[in-house]
């Protein structure tokens, strides 16, 4: 019942932009920690953002350019991606634990229902 769609992949030269967007059904935002994960071919997925009511969270490979949000009257927790890169190509996923809205979310593995994932890539 509870289901997490990521979606706004695509294909972007470097230095465009791009706006994931995760949609939660089956339970309420406020109620849960969201993580976006992503993972390149052939690596280790990496978690790259968090937010909680107590605020966002974000990995050193992430800190320029990315920005994550959260609606909660859409129920969707959203990542602007800005002056993309080439590395940052890759699956974007995004993840939810359920948590206190009054702690700040960590930036591990440890969160337990999953999205299926969306594409980014960004080459010329």
């Known amino acids: 019942q509870l289901q997490l769609v990521e979606s706004g992949g695509g294909l972007v030269q470097p230095g465009g932009s791009l706006r994931l967007s995760c949609a939660a059904s089956?339970?309420?935002?406020?109620?849960?920690?969201i993580g976006w994960f992503r993972q390149a071919t052939g690596k280790e997925r990496e978690v790259i953002s968090c937010?909680?009511?107590?605020?966002?969270s974000y990995a050193d490979s992430v800190k320029d350019g990315f920005t994550i949000s959260r609606d909660n009257t859409k129920n969707t927790v959203y990542l602007q991606m800005n002056s993309l890169k080439p590395e940052d190509t890759g699956i974007y996923y995004c993840?939810?634990?359920?948590?206190?809205?009054?702690?700040?979310?960590?930036?591990?593995?440890?969160?337990?229902?999953w999205g299926q994932g969306t594409q980014v890539t960004v080459s010329s």
């Open positions: 089956g339970f309420t935002l406020d109620d849960y920690h």
């Open positions: 993840a939810a634990v359920r948590r206190s809205r009054l702690l700040r979310c960590v930036l591990n593995d440890r969160y337990i229902y």
């Open positions: 937010i909680s009511g107590a605020g966002p």
